[in-house]
C-alpha cells in the first residue's frame, strides 16, 4: 500500500497556502510535517483526509484507507468511555475495543462518562478510536495536544505498534515523539506565493477556515 502525493496545492479561506507539496509513504513508515503556524500543516492534512478539495495536484491513495484524527476529540460526553469506542467499532465494523482500552491506558475508566474525564483522558480516548478504525493510514493534526509526557510516549508506543503491523502515520506536531522511523517534511519551501487578487481566486474552503 502507498500514499502519493503530487503537486498538490490547497487553500485556507479560499487563499492558498501550500503548492507544489509531493511525498510518498508506504507500509510500515512515518511521515512527520513541520512548521511555523499558519503555514497549512492543518489545511494539507484536511485536502489529504478529503475534507476539502485541492487547488490542483493529485493525491493516490486506497479507498477508505484512511483515518484523520483533528484537534477535536470526537467524543460523545453523556457516554461512557467504552461506550465511546463501541460506537464507532460498530461505524467500522471491528472488534478491538478491548485493545483499544489496553493500548490507551483506559480500562480503569472504561465506565466513566466521556464528559467527566480530564482534558488529557479525553484526548486518549480520541486517539484510542483510531485504533477501532481499521484503516492502515493515520492521518494526526497535533496529537499530543493536552498529553502529559507519559501519554505522549504511550501514544508513540502505540505509532510504533501500528507501522510495525505495516501501517502508515502521516503527523503534523511541534512535539519530538521519538519516532525513528519518521521521515521529516518541512513545508517552508511549499509555502505558496503571493499573487495579485489573491491567487486562485476560489473561496470553496471559506467553511473550513
Known amino acids: 500500500m502507498e500514499l502519493t502525493v503530487t503537486d498538490l496545492a490547497c487553500a485556507r479561506g479560499g487563499v492558498p497556502v501550500l503548492e507544489g507539496v509531493g511525498f510518498s509513504l508506504t507500509s510500515g513508515r ?41 484537534h477535536a476529540d470526537g467524543l460523545k460526553a453523556v457516554l461512557t468511555v467504552v461506550e465511546n469506542l463501541r460506537f464507532w467499532a460498530r461505524i467500522f465494523g471491528t472488534d478491538t475495543v478491548e485493545a483499544a482500552l489496553v493500548a490507551m491506558n483506559l480500562g480503569a475508566l472504561r465506565d466513566r462518562a466521556a464528559q467527566n474525564l480530564s482534558a488529557g483522558q479525553k484526548r486518549r480516548l480520541g486517539l484510542a478510536r483510531l485504533l477501532v478504525t481499521g484503516r492502515p ?62 491567487g486562485y481566486g476560489g473561496a470553496f474552503d471559506e467553511a473550513f477556515a
Open 30 to 70: 512515518a511521515l512527520v510535517l513541520r512548521g511555523p503556524n499558519g503555514i497549512g500543516k492543518t489545511t494539507l492534512l484536511r485536502t489529504l483526509a478529503g475534507l476539502q478539495p485541492a487547488l490542483a495536484g493529485a493525491v493516490s491513495v486506497p479507498p477508505e484507507s484512511m483515518a484523520y484524527a483533528a
Open 137 to 198: 493510514i493515520w492521518v494526526l493534526d497535533e496529537p499530543t495536544v493536552s498529553l502529559d509526557v507519559e501519554s505522549v510516549a504511550l501514544f508513540a508506543g502505540v505509532v510504533r505498534g501500528h507501522l510495525a503491523a505495516g501501517g502508515m502515520a502521516l503527523i503534523a506536531t511541534h512535539i519530538d515523539m521519538g519516532l525513528t522511523e519518521a521521515e521529516v517534511l518541512e513545508l517552508g519551501p511549499y509555502k505558496a506565493k503571493a499573487r495579485p487578487g489573491g
